[in-house]
T-cell receptor, first 113, second 114 residues
């Protein structure tokens, strides 16, 4: 079965630290990749997406992600986190055979001021 | 402002009772979805609808039912057959169903059992 795996369930960082959240998926065909973020008390919103082309994509609020096809990965990065980045982050994949969005388990990021 | 409205924000269900969660969108989107969010499990797809008067089961449809009589509305009923209904329920919509259509989400309904 197709699945998405996020390796870090809970990450705690200090402000200005660098962030990398892992995401791997299991599907050998064409995929479209997304990162969503859920800030406390807010609805889930799109952070960035990758469909094709340059495998390094930039999103809102200084986030970026790199698609590495050979590793089936789409890791999220930010060079310097802020307290306001405290949120839950979800990696999600749409595979070409189903058209349905499959979510990872989510990673809770806590940034200490 | 366009968006998705879910109501109520909090809902309590008694044993043996059916409850209905509302989802309305004014984005003119064709596709709508219901997800269940449990801690540590991410979001799991309950039902989806690509167009009015049509809907399909997702990965965890047992104990749930939906209808899509209007483009704007996609209510979810949690029936008494759903033995573990306590969760956070999210409704989403997209222009169409396909790989490149980002989904837009509502604020969610938290359902608890009395």
């Amino acid at each position: 079965a197709q699945s998405v795996s996020q390796h870090n369930h809970h990450v705690i960082l200090s402000e200005a630290a660098s962030l990398e959240l892992g995401c791997n998926y299991s599907y050998g065909g064409t995929v479209n990749l997304f990162w969503y973020v859920q800030y406390p008390g807010q609805h889930l919103q799109l952070l960035l997406k990758y469909f094709s082309g340059d495998p390094l994509v930039k999103g809102i609020k200084g986030f970026e992600a790199e698609f590495i096809k050979s590793k089936f990965s789409f890791n999220l990065r930010k060079p310097s986190v802020q307290w306001s980045d405290t949120a839950e982050y979800f990696c999600a994949v749409v595979t070409s055979n189903t058209g349905k969005l499959i979510f990872g388990q989510g990673t809770t990021l806590q940034v200490k001021p | 402002d366009g968006g998705i409205t879910q109501s109520p924000k909090y809902l309590f269900r008694k044993e043996g009772q059916n409850v209905t969660l509302s989802c309305e969108q004014n984005l003119n989107h064709d596709a709508m979805y219901w997800y269940r969010q449990d801690p540590g499990q991410g979001l799991r797809l309950i039902y989806y609808s690509q167009i009015v008067n049509d809907f399909q089961k997702g990965d965890i449809a047992e104990g749930y039912s939906v209808s899509r009589e209007k483009k704007e509305s996609f209510p979810l009923t949690v029936t008494s057959a759903q033995k573990n209904p306590t969760a956070f329920y999210l409704c989403a919509s997209s222009i169409g169903m396909g790989g490149r259509q980002p989904q837009h989400f509502g604020d969610g309904t938290r359902l608890s059992i009395l």
